[in-house]
Every structure is written in structure tokens, then in C-alpha cells.
């Protein structure tokens, strides 16, 4: 009987240490067990302290989500496929645990504990947790917080973030499935736009050809991009300005400042130029009737001559030291 008490109390010692033991927390190797089989590890108000306690000599990034439709958090659902495929690619390419790094998703549904333990209010949140003991150990105790806003990260970016707070040790590569449904939709509308072409190709080769067409294509392209089109969308000018007196400015003096309406209007004065210098060029000498051709020259010279006057005026409302003009205007 004697013998035997010593060695119950020494079993009891034993069962208290590592009941001690399992209190403070699990090893690395218990839940890199766990990843193995499935990951991220998901997780709840109890496995959430034993994954976080101290002391800890692994890393462990840890996603604070809510994923159930009641709580509305639409980034919560687009995020976590992303989330997902950073475990997946991580334990695939690190099954040996080098990193020492656990993955893990706590949804607010299984650790209203944990959020309102941490005051969160919010979600998602990635929170990154650095060994307490070892070699890479850090002397602070907050995890590293990372507030997603309205932003969708992708996996690489996830990843890139993470191994930036870790210690540096192997860093496994993100490997995307492929996606089969693309591939063939690609292939699909590739394979019909080929035969369209092939079909219409009679058809489409004359337009192509037209040098009419190309010519009016460039000189559209061309009067657009002379009559201010792109200040305006780099500058997001307005529209129109007031002029104090109740109505509006056609034009602003001054070569840095443009609205929207001065360049339509420009571009509708460089395109009247245009075309009767064209007709000019081209249509007025296939006249046959000489009376006829005299008059044509008549009009597109009138017409050159009092669009050129009015662009010379709106020249001078935008340099007001221009010092040159012509009748009417």
C-alpha cells in the first residue's frame, strides 16, 4: 500500500502538468495536423484562446469574418474565397510546417465571445499573432490588426502582406485551380468570332478598304482630340459656367481654363472648315456646269471666310492681346 501512493501522486503530477499544459494552449504540430486535413481551420471562442495563448512558438493569422446573410457583409463573402485559397496554397506548399504558421477563420457566428471580447464592431479583420517564445518570438502581446475597408484583397496580396509581418522563412507560392469554365467560354467566343469573320470577311473587306471610310474615321478622330476633347476628361471640366448675369459662358478666357461646351463648339467650327475645304478640293471642280462651279466657289469661300472670322474672334475672348481679326466677326 505504501508503494502505491507514491506512485498514484506521481501520476497526478503528471495528469496536473499536462492538464497545465493543454490549458495554456496546443503545439504547433496539433494544429498543423488539423490544416493538414483541413484548412483554414476553423474556429470558435475556445479554439480561438487555445490557438492565441502564450505561450506560442508559431505565427498564426487569423481572419475575423462574418459570413452569415443576416449580418449583411458582402465583402465578408467576396473576401473569403481568397482567404481560402491562401490556406490551400500555404499548407500545400509548406505540408512540412517550415513556416510554422497557422491559418485560421473565425466566423462572428461561432465567436460572439471573441468579438465582443476584442470590441469589434466590424468585418472582416485579419489579425496576425507572432510566437511568444523561440527564436522569431516578439516581445509585444497585440496582434498585428488589419482593417480590409471596402477593398477585396486577393490571395497574393494576402500573402504578400503576411510574409511581410512574419519572420523570414518560407514563403509557399499562391497556386490558382484552373478554371475550366473560362477556358472554354474563351474558347467558345473565339471560335465564333473566327467564324463570323470568315462568313462576313466578303463583306467587311470592302469597308476595310474604303479609303472614304478611313478618312472620315481620321479626320473625326482628328478634329476631337485638336478641339480640346481630352483636356476635358483629363481636367474634368464642367459643362458650363454661369457668367454673373444669369446665363452662361460659351467660352472662358484663358488657354489653362476650358468647359465642356467650348470644345463642341470648336470642334463643330474645325469640322465646317474641313468640310469646305474638302468640297472645295474635291466636289467643286467635278461640276460640270461652269455657272454652277462659280457659284459653289463662291459659297464655301463665304463660308471658309466667316468661320475662320468667328474662330479668330473666340481666339481672342481666350488671348485677350490677340491682335488680329477678320470681317464680320
Not at 461646351?261 to 472645295?280: C, D, K, N, P, R
Not at 462659280?294 to 469661300?301: I, P, R
Amino acid at each position: 500500500m505504501m508503494k502505491v501512493v507514491p506512485l498514484l501522486y506521481l501520476v497526478a503530477i503528471a495528469g496536473t502538468g499536462y492538464a497545465a499544459r493543454k490549458a495554456k494552449g496546443g503545439s504547433f504540430e496539433d494544429f498543423h495536423s488539423l490544416a493538414l486535413s483541413s484548412t483554414p481551420l476553423k474556429l470558435d471562442d475556445a479554439i480561438y484562446d487555445e490557438l492565441t495563448a502564450a505561450p506560442r512558438n508559431y505565427s498564426t493569422a487569423i481572419l475575423l469574418t462574418a459570413l452569415q446573410p443576416q449580418y449583411g457583409c458582402q465583402l465578408c463573402r467576396d473576401l473569403q474565397p481568397e482567404w481560402n485559397l491562401l490556406a490551400r496554397s500555404w499548407i500545400k506548399g509548406d505540408k512540412a510546417g517550415t513556416s510554422r504558421v497557422v491559418l485560421g477563420t473565425l466566423d462572428f457566428a461561432n465567436g460572439k465571445g471573441t468579438f465582443q471580447k476584442l470590441m469589434l464592431s466590424t468585418a472582416p479583420i485579419l489579425l496576425i499573432f507572432h510566437p511568444t517564445v523561440g527564436p522569431n518570438a516578439k516581445p509585444e502581446s497585440q496582434p498585428i490588426r488589419y482593417d480590409f475597408g471596402q477593398t477585396v484583397q486577393s490571395a497574393e496580396q494576402l500573402a504578400a502582406y503576411i510574409g511581410r509581418q512574419l519572420p523570414k522563412t518560407p514563403r509557399p507560392t499562391i497556386v490558382r485551380p484552373v478554371n475550366y469554365l473560362r477556358i472554354a467560354t474563351v474558347t467558345t467566343v473565339l471560335l465564333g468570332l473566327v467564324t463570323t469573320v470568315a462568313v462576313a470577311w466578303p463583306y467587311i473587306l470592302p469597308v476595310v478598304q474604303n479609303r472614304n471610310i478611313w478618312a472620315a474615321l481620321s479626320l473625326i478622330a482628328i478634329l476631337l482630340f485638336t478641339s480640346g476633347h481630352m483636356f476635358n476628361h483629363i481636367r474634368k471640366v464642367p459643362y458650363v459656367s454661369g457668367n454673373g448675369k444669369g446665363g452662361v459662358n460659351y467660352f472662358v478666357p484663358g488657354f489653362t481654363n476650358q468647359i465642356g461646351l467650348e470644345t463642341q463648339i470648336v470642334a463643330a467650327m474645325y469640322g465646317v472648315l474641313s468640310f469646305a475645304t474638302v468640297s472645295l478640293a474635291l466636289k467643286v471642280p467635278r461640276i460640270a456646269d461652269v455657272g454652277r462651279q462659280q457659284v459653289a466657289v463662291w459659297v464655301w469661300s463665304a463660308i471658309m471666310l466667316g468661320m475662320y472670322s468667328f474662330l479668330l474672334s473666340v481666339f481672342r475672348v481666350k488671348s485677350g492681346g490677340y491682335p488680329f481679326w477678320l470681317p464680320p466677326f
